[in-house]
T-cell receptor, first 112, second 116 residues
Framework: GENVEQHPSTLSVQEGDSAVIKCTYS??????FPWYKQELGKRPQLIID?????GEKKDQRIAVTLNKTAKHFSLHITETQPEDSAVYFC???????????FGSGTKLNVKP | GAVVSQHPSRVICKSGTSVKIECRSLDFQATTMFWYRQFPKQSLMLMAT?????????EQGVEKDKFLINHASLTLSTLTVTSAHPEDSSFYICSANIRGGAGEQYFGPGTRLTVT
């Protein structure tokens, strides 16, 4: 089955700096890659996603890049703010409505 | 839009009893619902995939007789933890795909189960 690895496990940045979280996947059949943000004790919230037919997607301060050849994708957050502090999970999926394989999570701490 | 609710949000039960958790899609019909378990500071572990009107598909290592899933309609799935033990204490979260959507999963707020 699919195996998703995520790095780093923790990341501390100063407010205003950029943060990058990286994930790799093992199955070339995966074609949908969402990113979720989870605050303590709350539900995961979808923040951005990308499909295998594009290499990059951006939404304001958040962007995701995908390298299908290398089987890795990354989350980029620019101009970080304290409210960006949370745990971020990447996931990979093969096709619509299929199950997600989640990474292990990255705890992002943005210091004011 | 795409709101998923869970009930209850917290439950404490005694060892040996059963607990039912409901997952509802409030403003959409769900093609598929998923049940996850999350331990503190850990990732989401998929337990089972549930489609309306059919039997759930369980992940390897998940006991289907212990974690009963019923998907009665396009907006409701239930997870029953039978004969609960302290090691079943965890955060249980459901998610749902939008029928006719593109495969995104929207998560419920989770249920904190404590078995004493």
């Amino acid at each position: 089955g699919e195996n998703v690895e995520q790095h780093p496990s923790t990341l501390s940045v100063q407010e205003g700096d950029s943060a990058v979280i990286k994930c790799t996947y093992s199955d070339s059949a995966s074609n949908y890659f969402p990113w979720y943000k989870q605050e303590l004790g709350k539900r995961p919230q979808l923040i951005i996603d990308i499909r295998s037919n594009v290499g990059e997607k951006k939404d304001q301060r958040i962007a995701v890049t995908l390298n299908k050849t290398a089987k890795h994708f990354s989350l980029h957050i620019t101009e970080t703010q304290p409210e960006d502090s949370a745990v971020y999970f990447c996931a990979a999926s093969m096709g619509n409505f299929n199950k997600f394989y989640f990474g292990s999570g990255t705890k992002l701490n943005v210091k004011p | 839009g795409a709101v998923v609710s869970q009930h209850p949000s917290r439950v404490i039960c005694k060892s040996g009893t059963s607990v039912k958790i409901e997952c509802r899609s409030l403003d959409f019909q769900a093609t598929t619902m998923f049940w996850y378990r999350q331990f503190p500071k850990q990732s989401l572990m998929l337990m089972a995939t549930s489609n309306e009107g059919s039997k759930a598909t369980y992940e390897q290592g998940v006991e289907k007789d212990k974690f009963l899933i019923n998907h009665a309609s396009l907006t409701l799935s239930t997870l029953t933890v039978t004969s609960a033990h302290p090691e079943d204490s965890s955060f249980y979260i459901c998610s749902a795909n939008i029928r006719g959507g593109a495969g995104e999963q929207y998560f419920g707020p989770g249920t904190r189960l404590t078995v004493t």
